[in-house]
């Protein structure tokens, strides 16, 4: 299986700050890296697939980098609606499709 | 535009059978994607249960591959989980996703996802 870890578990920023996340995987999984956005009692968002490809609809103040086993999501100058939490998943192979442990962003 | 919506019993009693469908409107599960399964027990994080595509290839995460069994009803345009021999660990909020058929392989259109609670 390939593990995927996610640092921080969470981060505490004002409106205006750049956020940065990383997620590894345990091997290489080229550019096969997708990121979602969950609030609260709702379900995931897909943001970034294809480790830097922005979903349609998503702000481009969200980025994302990366290839191999190293990955970076980005957000330039957050917003008071990017509160919840992020998400990397490994979209290489499965069986099994993993999740990275999420990093929960909260606006100071 | 597709949509997604699970539907079951909330309230499953131990080493009983969960069965829980997803309805997909806006879209023909026979199209293509692959359409799976995807669990977060209360407070934590995600895990993939499974995908099936068309009725004839169905992955499973190798955790719960002795205890589940997707399948597709294509003239409902639903597919269904049975995940058997429940205990409280498997208590959790249930999505059902579409899943790309390709790489990168991610869920794409999400339900918004039912609690099921295992208990006595």
């Known amino acids: 299986d390939i593990q995927m870890t996610q640092s921080p578990s969470s981060v505490s920023a004002s409106v205006g700050d750049r956020v940065t996340i990383t997620c590894r995987a345990s091997?290489?999984?080229?550019?096969?890296l997708v990121w979602y956005q969950q609030k609260p009692g709702k379900a995931p968002k897909l943001l970034i697939f294809?480790?830097?490809s922005l979903q349609s609809g998503v702000p481009s103040r969200f980025s994302g980098s990366g290839s191999g086993t190293d990955f970076t999501l980005t957000i330039s100058r957050l917003q008071p609606e990017d509160f919840g939490t992020y998400y990397c998943?490994?979209?290489?192979?499965?069986?099994?499709?993993?999740f990275g442990g999420g990093t929960k962003v909260e606006i100071k | 535009q597709v949509q997604l919506q699970e539907s079951g019993p909330g309230l499953v009693k131990p080493s009983e059978t969960l069965s829980l469908t997803c309805t997909v409107s806006?879209?023909?599960?026979?199209?293509?994607?692959?359409w799976g399964w995807i669990r977060q027990p209360p407070g934590k994080g995600l895990e993939w249960i499974g995908n099936?595509?068309?009725?004839?290839?169905?992955y499973y995460n190798p955790s719960l591959k002795s205890r589940v069994t997707i399948s597709l009803d294509t003239s409902n345009n639903q597919f269904s989980l049975e995940l058997s021999s429940v205990t409280a660990a498997d208590t959790a909020v249930y999505y059902c996703?579409?899943?790309?058929?390709?790489?990168?392989?991610?869920?794409?259109?999400w339900g918004q996802g039912t609690l099921v609670t295992v208990s006595s």
């Open positions: 998943q490994q979209a290489n192979s499965f069986p099994p499709l993993t």
């Open positions: 806006g879209y023909s599960i026979s199209s293509g994607y692959y």
């Open positions: 294809a480790a830097s």
């Open positions: 996703a579409r899943v790309m058929s390709y790489r990168p392989y991610y869920f794409d259109s």
């Open positions: 091997q290489d999984i080229d550019s096969w």
């Open positions: 099936i595509y068309h009725s004839w290839s169905t």
